[in-house]
């Protein structure tokens, strides 16, 4: 079964800082993934995908991921934060054969931007 | 588009009663899906429906729990009768078929804003 780790459930960084929120898989096959952000009292947005076709992402709001199958992970960067950017952010991995409508969520990272 | 619509978004209501939540999917889309979200547990699925039809309700915690999908724009999650620790937020979401190939853009999943439910 797939499963995603996030580590780290609270990340703090000054504004203009870099941004990591790390994802790490586990897929017995190719995963697809997926990061969705959450602004308050919001539903989930898509930040971005993972399909195969490159294993850097580009997404929304300048944000990008990296895919690593040799680390199996896949994080979540972006060059300067802003404070707009204050959200929690979710890790998801797409099943694979019969369950490949479910997206297993990984516990989400909470970023703080200071100013 | 409207995205996906769910009501009520608030819901206050003491324990026993009956609660109904209710989710409009994005047209055109065939899979839609209800979470809910907890501090504790995160975000977990309850059950999809693929046109209209519930395929894995695995996710659903108790028989209190029960949802249903009369035609393609139109669920409901309900709760009957209703406790504390079902205080949660609940989300619908929609998507259109994963397919084949790179599936993975298909498979989107569109989330809406949810329903806070506070069971007293």
């Known amino acids: 079964a797939q499963s995603v780790t996030q580590l780290g459930s609270h990340v703090s960084v000054s504004e203009g800082a870099l941004v990591l929120l790390r994802c790490n898989y586990s897929s017995s096959v190719p995963p697809y993934l997926f990061w969705y952000v959450q602004y308050p009292n919001q539903g989930l947005q898509l930040l971005l995908k993972?399909?195969?076709?490159?294993?850097l992402v580009k997404g929304i709001n300048g944000f990008e991921a990296e895919f690593k199958k040799s680390e199996t992970s896949f994080h979540l960067t972006k060059p300067s934060a802003h404070m707009s950017d204050a959200a929690e952010y979710f890790c998801a991995v797409r099943g694979s054969g019969g369950s490949n409508y479910k997206l297993t969520f990984g516990k989400g990272t909470l970023l703080t931007v200071n100013p | 588009d409207a995205g996906v619509i769910q009501s009520p978004r608030h819901e206050v209501t003491e324990m026993g009663q009956e609660v109904t939540l209710r989710c409009k999917p994005i047209s055109g889309h065939d899979y839609l899906f209800w979470y809910r979200q907890t501090m504790m547990r995160g975000l977990e699925l309850l059950i999809y429906?693929?046109?209209?039809?519930?395929?894995?309700d695995s996710g659903m915690p108790e028989d209190r729990f029960s949802a249903k999908m009369p035609n393609a724009s139109f669920s409901t999650l309900k709760i009957q009768p209703s406790e504390p620790r079902d205080s949660a937020v609940y989300f619908c979401?929609?998507?259109?078929?994963?397919?084949?190939?790179?599936?993975?853009?298909?498979?989107?999943?569109?989330f809406g804003p949810g329903t806070r439910l506070t069971v007293l």
């Open positions: 993972y399909t195969s076709a490159a294993t």
């Open positions: 429906f693929n046109n209209n039809v519930p395929i894995d």
């Open positions: 979401a929609s998507s259109s078929h994963p397919g084949q190939g790179d599936g993975g853009g298909l498979s989107v999943q569109f």
